[in-house]
């Protein structure tokens, strides 16, 4: 307990600077030996957004904000659950998960074995997602029982540094310092997909920067129902059948080309 004592009171000091995010991920990870840190913001409504990484590849964040976020089992939480808290990995990794895109490509080939993520609320439909991550060993029950114990404390740092800031403060608005990335956007390529109609690929693109239905409704200016009459040609034309599926196709255009 005795080494969480200075990184509280440099947290507690930097509220309100740019130095809010790199003392939590001190505070945080304290006590809890790690390997590398991530810190991603998610949205219920757009794309994932990389804040900063320590000992992490450049690489890496390139290729997660090009394709991997749409397997990440964190993202889905959040987009479809908006839950909060302390987040081990183990919670998503059953035997399918396993053998999945995010943690047997992504993860892989990170040489990450096992994360454990703080969601943290960060405004309107965003979270800020801090997550320790280990190469070799897996986080024992009584390190996530910790986290879960110093929760209340971290999201009231947090709290504390959004109001101090203001409304108009965007945490990811250019990046800065090393570690610090900034958003990517997919586009689609002039060569793929010629047979859907500038609508349906205007939809498309919407889909692929991670908007849902009502989302893009509203964008639109269109209903709802509209939005799924769409999206069932565009599936038909593509001769699929999930968005998991338009996304894979996406990646797989772009790797070709590549």
């Known amino acids: 307990m005795g080494n969480i004592w200075a990184p509280l009171a440099r947290a507690i000091a930097a509220i309100g600077t740019d130095r809010h995010v790199d003392c939590l991920i001190d505070l945080i990870g304290a006590d809890i030996t790690h390997d590398l840190v991530t810190v991603t913001r998610y949205s219920a409504t757009k794309t994932p957004e990389f804040v900063k990484h320590r000992r992490f590849s450049d690489e890496m964040v390139r290729r997660y904000l090009a394709?991997?976020?749409?397997?990440?089992?964190?993202?889905?939480?959040?987009?479809?659950?908006?839950?909060?808290?302390?987040?081990?990995?183990?919670?998503?990794?059953?035997?399918?998960?396993?053998?999945?895109?995010?943690?047997?490509?992504?993860?892989?080939?990170?040489?990450i074995c096992d994360e454990v993520g703080i969601l943290l609320a960060d405004g309107g439909d965003w979270c800020l997602g801090i997550f320790l991550d280990r190469s070799t060993t897996s986080f024992r029950d009584s390190e996530i029982a910790q986290l879960q114990?110093?929760?209340?404390?971290?999201?009231?740092?947090?709290?504390?540094?959004?109001?101090?800031?203001?409304?108009?403060?965007?945490?990811?608005?250019?990046?800065?310092?090393?570690?610090?990335?900034?958003?990517?956007?997919?586009?689609?390529?002039?060569?793929?997909?010629?047979?859907?109609?500038l609508r349906e690929r205007e939809l498309v693109q919407l889909i692929l920067a991670g908007h849902p239905t009502a989302n893009i409704a509203e964008r639109l200016g269109i209903t709802v129902g509209t939005v799924k009459n769409h999206r069932r040609r565009i599936y038909e034309k593509l001769d699929i059948t999930t968005e998991r599926e338009l996304f894979l196709q996406f990646f797989q255009h772009r790797t070709e080309k590549a």
């Open 67 to 111: 394709s991997y976020y749409v397997f990440d089992p964190f993202y889905a939480s959040w987009r479809q659950e908006r839950r909060l808290g302390i987040m081990p990995l183990k919670r998503f990794a059953d035997d399918r998960a396993k053998r999945g895109q995010y943690i047997a490509g992504f993860l892989a080939q990170s040489a």
């Open 149 to 197: 114990e110093r929760l209340p404390v971290f999201e009231a740092l947090h709290a504390l540094d959004i109001t101090a800031r203001g409304a108009d403060f965007s945490r990811t608005s250019a990046p800065t310092g090393p570690g610090a990335s900034p958003q990517q956007k997919p586009s689609i390529p002039a060569s793929l997909w010629p047979e859907l109609s």
